[in-house]
């Protein structure tokens, strides 16, 4: 079964400072990979996604993501974070033997600083 | 484009009583997905439709969920005898998806289902 772990429910970063949101899943068989973000009331938004090109994903909004297959991480990453960074943000999993079914992680809540 | 829509937006309803969830996807998706955001479960899928094949249901947590997709496009979440711990957002989601997952699914704003 694949499962997907965010490490830290909430991050908090100052504007400006690097974002890093953790990721780790588990599966059997290649994943696909996704960062979605979700802003107060509304769905969810496509960040970026791992399909096995590039190891390194860029995204939009600035934000990048590394796929670590020895490691099993999927980690979220923005040199420079901005005010309107601040939503939750989900990893999740789809196993290529089904029809794309996500598996989410509980969510990192990313509040920034001034 | 129009994205993935969904109604009613929000819906309160009493202990019992049966609730309807309507999505309208993306046209042209071929596939459909619906998930449930609560507290204490965070995002979880329910049931997924793909053109003509059988949907996937195996996260439907009891039977009394249920699900159809019309036509194709259309889709209807019904909820029978609500129960408080039905009390979520329930998103939907659509896909151009022709072939086995990778696809990027485009979610909805969600029905926030209140059950008093």
């Known amino acids: 079964a694949q499962s997907v772990t965010q490490l830290g429910s909430h991050v908090s970063v100052s504007e400006g400072a690097l974002v890093l949101l953790r990721c780790n899943y588990s599966?059997?068989?290649?994943?696909?990979l996704f960062w979605y973000v979700q802003y107060p009331n509304q769905g969810l938004q496509l960040l970026l996604k791992?399909?096995?090109?590039?190891?390194l994903v860029k995204g939009i909004n600035g934000f990048e993501a590394e796929f670590k297959k020895s490691e099993t991480s999927f980690h979220l990453t923005k040199p420079s974070a901005h005010m309107s960074d601040a939503a939750e943000y989900f990893c999740?999993?789809?196993?290529?033997?089904?029809?794309?079914?996500?598996?989410f992680g509980q969510g990192t809540e990313l509040s920034v600083k001034p | 484009g129009a994205g993935v829509s969904q109604s009613p937006s929000n819906k309160v309803t009493e202990k019992g009583k049966d609730v309807e969830l309507r999505c309208d996807p993306i046209?042209?998706?071929?596939?459909l997905y619906w998930y449930r955001q609560s507290l204490g479960q965070g995002l979880e899928f329910l049931i997924y439709?793909?053109?003509?094949?059988?949907?996937?249901k195996s996260g439907l947590p009891s039977d009394r969920f249920s699900a159809e997709r019309t036509g194709g496009s259309v889709s209807t979440l019904t909820i029978q005898r609500t129960q408080q711990e039905d009390s979520a957002v329930y998103l939907c989601?659509?896909?151009?998806?022709?072939?086995?997952?990778?696809?990027?699914?485009?979610f909805g704003p969600g029905t926030r289902l209140l059950v008093l």
């Open positions: 989601a659509s896909s151009p998806v022709l072939g086995r997952g990778g696809k990027t699914q485009y």
């Open positions: 599966s059997s068989v290649p994943p696909y």
């Open positions: 791992y399909t096995s090109a590039a190891t």
């Open positions: 999740a999993v789809s196993d290529r033997r089904q029809g794309g079914k996500l598996i």
């Open positions: 046209s042209g998706h071929t596939a």
């Open positions: 439709f793909q053109g003509n094949s059988a949907p996937d």
